[in-house]
């Protein structure tokens, strides 16, 4: 079996600045901002496609963030009252993936910060989470940019399935929301038991990783419908070299249920369900690994 992903010539992040003011002088602001590599590579690109930066009133403006989540319910509440849309658009060739959108997200920060202002991800209609500072000059997939989180714990409380059985529920679903930055489908894993949540999320993470470097040669590419994780994909996810699992590489099986969007299943060969899969083949570590902090490659 096999599943076709076709990557198109050009790709375009969107990020919206609500404010009650318009930036004084962009190119200042991103110069005081981001200083050392980052900040040059910002302003090289500034005023041409892989950069444009747009102010209009709230009222007249292209994005509509009415409806805009957020972890900080002020936030969202700002984003909805704020008098100025300042917009962040690229428009990406996809050889530029994917540093590309990694620098259009950090101009849109700086110019939130330079006004008070809150950064909102069009793509995935959300309040950008503060990153830290100084910030990580290089691409990590960690970072905010797939969507995909935990559910609520248990379905926020309503399902009433034992939680030491292995099959005994299908209440998480999670999917991404901005692969497609990258000129990649969503991915969606589905019909996951509760206890497994963690496991779920940490398989389509990694897939994520696996299939991020496909983004960068456009055209169509027909692959093989089961893809094989190892350790490596799972720590690039998270901009790290540590090896996580000793055993051997995951295979995972991709089905085509959009024109861009891919399930997770488990092999096609696997006897079982998708969530014994998850219980008996996956490394042990998937069911408990929350986060880690990015290797620092950025040279003192």
Partial sequence: MSITITVPEETITRFVIAADRTPDDVATALRQGLPGRLGAATL?????????VAAHKAEV????????????????????????????TSVLQVADLPVG???????????????????????MNQ?????????Q???????DWTGAVLPPYRNAGRCTADEDEIDGCSCVGITTRGLRRFGLPELEITGVACPHDLAALNVLRT??????????????HVL??????????????????????????????LVQTGPRRLSIQAPEDFPGSLNEWLWDELPP?????????PDNADPD
């Fill in 44 to 52: 090289q690109r500034l005023g041409t496609p892989a950069l444009m």
């Fill in 61 to 88: 403006s292209p994005w509509d963030l009415r409806s805009v989540a957020s972890t900080d319910p002020e936030d969202a509440e700002r984003a909805r009252r704020s008098d100025w849309h300042v917009g962040v």
């Fill in 101 to 123: 959108p990694h620098i259009s997200r950090t101009a849109a920060e700086v110019l939130a910060e330079s006004l008070g202002g809150v950064p909102v991800d069009v793509d």
């Fill in 127 to 135: 309040a950008v989470h503060p990153l830290p500072v100084p910030r």
């Fill in 137 to 143: 000059e290089q691409f990590v997939l960690a970072d």
């Fill in 207 to 220: 897939t994520a990783q696996r299939l991020l470097p496909l983004g960068r040669h456009r055209g169509e």
């Fill in 224 to 253: 093989h419908s089961e893809l094989v994780l190892t350790s490596a994909d799972f720590s690039a996810f998270w901009g790290s070299r540590e090896q996580v699992w000793d055993d051997g590489p995951i295979p995972v099986r």
């Fill in 285 to 293: 570590v998937l069911h408990h690994y929350l986060s880690c902090e």
